[in-house]
């Protein structure tokens, strides 16, 4: 008996006409089928998910369970009831041949889309899986990722018009061929994306987790993501700066990780000391700053040493601008530096270095160059602080002056 008169003859024998009987037989025929899919989808759902279960059992990766969560096994399970539809339509609608041609084309169209669904949970899966391994997880997955849906999805929408149009697939490769210039134009950003991110990549210039700044642009934080169109920096306020790819290729920026890989986080400030605090020592301040421990040897020594070369040039010793002699600035210089020496948190692996610039008119910078051991944040400003605290109230003991702009009066 034929598909398409199954219930056919029941129908007639129940004096039903035979136009009305052909529209029920299709119904009624066209539900069983709809029933056959739901149950065959049904049932090959079942099997992949515990079959994916069973591999999870005896699997010593995760990457079964991206697959789950991706509903790799639903895409999958669809294809029992494609195989089923496009086996058993031709039986029912072989009668009736514009219909069925539109069938099949709607059935084509659709194994197309299902593949690409089934290609897609794929990638994702396979992306969130590589970012739990140590050496995938600071890299750009998901702008390869992005990539290659891209080839996928201009693979399926060729294929897609060469069933729509019933031509060749070559036809419309030609077709892209003499547009390349169109799809070129279209595609530039996406384009340059791949290839920042290639370049991005290879020169390791960026990873997750870095901290970058990019002034032009605003951001100053960690990278989150890096995709095929665009980077996104979570700046240190929580807000999300989104930056396009290929302009960390074009433009400049800053990464810190060579800070965080390093032994030490960098201090680089400088104290703006008063011109006119600047002397020269006389002995009595000596005798006083002896007292100092941390410039106590220093001082001995160097007064003997300026005693020995002063002595041997004759030079007066009532005028101190004659010969060599000691100046506060330059002994409180000696003291930050020992002091930096003698700092628990700094590094003594690296430069520890307190340096006089060139005078500017707010006072004479000393600036103070180090490395902090400890990287985090917080614990850096607190211990920065709690460095420039003590210098700053140093300075008196030196008869020092910090500069600050005289503040203005009110004459009314």
């Known amino acids: 008996m034929k598909l398409n008169n199954l219930f056919y003859d029941i129908l007639v024998g129940l004096e039903i006409p035979v136009f009305y009987a052909l529209i029920i037989n299709m119904i009624l025929v066209g539900l069983l089928i709809i029933i056959g899919v739901l149950v065959l989808n049904y049932i090959s759902k079942t099997f992949v998910r515990n079959l994916l279960e069973k591999i999870s059992i005896n699997s010593k990766n995760d990457f079964d369970n991206f697959l789950v969560e991706n509903n790799i096994h639903i895409h999958l399970s669809r294809l029992v009831p494609?195989?089923?539809?496009?086996?058993?339509?031709?039986?029912?609608l072989e009668e009736y041949a514009d219909l069925l041609s539109y069938s099949k084309l709607v059935l084509e169209l659709y194994f197309i889309?299902?593949?690409?669904?089934?290609?897609?949970?794929?990638?994702?899966?396979?992306?969130?899986?590589?970012?739990?391994?140590?050496?995938?997880?600071?890299?750009?997955?998901?702008?390869?990722?992005?990539?290659?849906?891209?080839?996928v999805w201009f693979t399926a929408i060729?294929?897609?018009?060469?069933?729509?149009?019933?031509?060749?697939v070559s036809t419309f490769l030609t077709a892209m061929g003499a547009l390349s210039a169109v799809i070129l134009l279209i595609f530039k950003d996406t384009i340059l994306?791949?290839?920042?991110?290639i370049q991005l990549s290879s020169n390791d210039l960026i990873r997750i987790g870095?901290?970058?700044t990019m002034k032009q642009f605003g951001a100053d934080g960690d990278v989150i993501e890096i995709n095929l169109s665009s980077v996104k920096v979570q700046n240190f306020d929580k807000t999300i700066t989104t930056i396009p790819t290929y302009k960390l290729i074009s433009d400049s920026f800053k990464n810190w990780r060579g800070m965080s890989d390093s032994k030490g986080r960098r201090i680089k400030r400088a104290l703006l000391i008063k011109g006119s605090s600047i002397r020269f020592m006389k002995d009595k301040d000596l005798l006083e700053l002896e007292e100092i421990s941390l410039i106590k040897d220093y001082i001995k020594n160097i007064k003997l040493?300026?005693?020995?070369?002063?002595?041997?040039?004759?030079i007066v010793d009532r005028?101190?601008?004659?010969?060599?002699?000691?100046?506060?600035?330059?002994?409180?210089r000696k003291y930050t530096e020992n002091y930096l020496q003698n700092n628990n948190n700094i590094s003594k692996e690296m430069t520890i270095m307190c340096?006089?610039?060139t005078p500017t008119s707010q006072g004479i910078p000393l600036e103070i160059y180090a490395f902090i051991t400890d990287k985090e944040w917080k614990n850096y400003e607190n211990i920065v602080s709690d460095l420039f605290d003590h210098l700053l109230a140093s300075l008196e003991s030196f008869d020092l002056e910090l500069f600050e702009l005289p503040s203005k009066i009110n004459l009314n």
């Open 82 to 92: 494609f195989v089923f539809l496009y086996w058993i339509i031709p039986l029912w």
């Open 113 to 151: 889309f299902l593949i690409v669904w089934i290609i897609r949970s794929f990638f994702n899966a396979s992306k969130k899986f590589l970012k739990t391994l140590d050496s995938f997880k600071d890299k750009p997955i998901d702008s390869f990722v992005q990539v290659a849906m891209i080839l």
């Open 319 to 332: 005028l101190k601008v004659n010969g060599r002699n000691l100046t506060n600035i330059g002994l409180f």
């Open 305 to 314: 040493e300026i005693k020995e070369h002063n002595s041997k040039l004759d």
């Open 355 to 357: 340096r006089q610039l």
């Open 210 to 212: 870095d901290w970058i």
């Open 158 to 168: 060729i294929f897609i018009f060469s069933i729509l149009t019933g031509k060749e």
């Open 193 to 197: 994306g791949f290839v920042a991110s």
